[in-house]
């Protein structure tokens, strides 16, 4: 069965700094990853994906992803924080095949201080 | 397009009643799928369709839920004798699913109270 773990229900960091958020997947197949955004009673947008081809990914709004096969993660990071970068965000799995349902980490609140 | 469109985005009912999400995926794509989320959890899988045909049910989904797509457009959930643990946020989501591309976009969801 998948899984995914996401360390750190809370993370705060102040404008301008690194954000790093992190995502742990399990998965007896190649997994399918991605990362999503939700901002208070929204539904949720997609930042980026991995589908197997580059192991680093590039998204929406300067974050990037990196997957890491031998560490089983595939963690969530952006240069410089924003202060409307503070929202949820959701790591989720998906496979073996395009499509299949996601399975979701229990998520990580983003705080951003000015 | 206007993305993924659900209706009601709130509904406040009784506890014993029966309640309908309605959900308006973005028009080609082919794979419709049924979320619930509760504060402070991820969204949790309950169902997804292939055009009009049901091809996954999560055991979360209980026999007082049922999911319809006719035609392969739009979908239904509806939940029968609502209990206080229903209450929840119901998302929905839908995918044009083609080689690699297998994104999923959500709606902003139908927020559910069961008093």
């Known amino acids: 069965a998948q899984s995914v773990t996401q360390l750190g229900s809370h993370v705060s960091v102040s404008e301008g700094a690194l954000v790093l958020l992190r995502c742990n997947y399990s998965s007896s197949v190649p997994p399918y990853l991605f990362w999503y955004v939700q901002y208070p009673n929204q539904g949720l947008q997609l930042l980026l994906k991995y589908t197997s081809a580059a192991t680093l990914v590039k998204g929406i709004n300067g974050f990037e992803a990196e997957f890491k096969k031998s560490e089983t993660s595939f963690h969530l990071t952006k240069p410089s924080a924003h202060m409307s970068d503070a929202a949820e965000y959701f790591c989720?799995?998906?496979?073996?095949?395009?499509?299949?349902?996601?399975?979701f980490g229990k998520g990580t609140t983003l705080s951003v201080s000015s | 397009d206007t993305g993924v469109s659900q209706n009601p985005r709130h509904k406040i009912t009784k506890r014993g009643q029966n309640v309908t999400f309605r959900c308006d995926p973005i028009?080609?794509?082919?794979?419709l799928y049924w979320y619930r989320q509760t504060l402070g959890q991820g969204p949790e899988f309950l169902t997804y369709?292939?055009?009009?045909?049901?091809?996954?049910k999560s055991r979360l989904l209980s026999d007082r839920f049922s999911a319809e797509r006719p035609k392969g457009s739009f979908s239904t959930l509806e939940i029968q004798r609502t209990e206080q643990g229903d209450s929840a946020m119901y998302l929905c989501a839908s995918s044009l699913v083609s080689g690699y591309r297998t994104e999923a976009f959500f709606g902003q969801g139908t927020r559910l109270t069961v008093v």
């Open positions: 028009s080609e794509h082919n794979r």
């Open positions: 369709f292939q055009n009009e045909a049901q091809l996954e």
């Open positions: 989720a799995v998906s496979g073996p095949q395009a499509g299949t349902a996601l399975i």
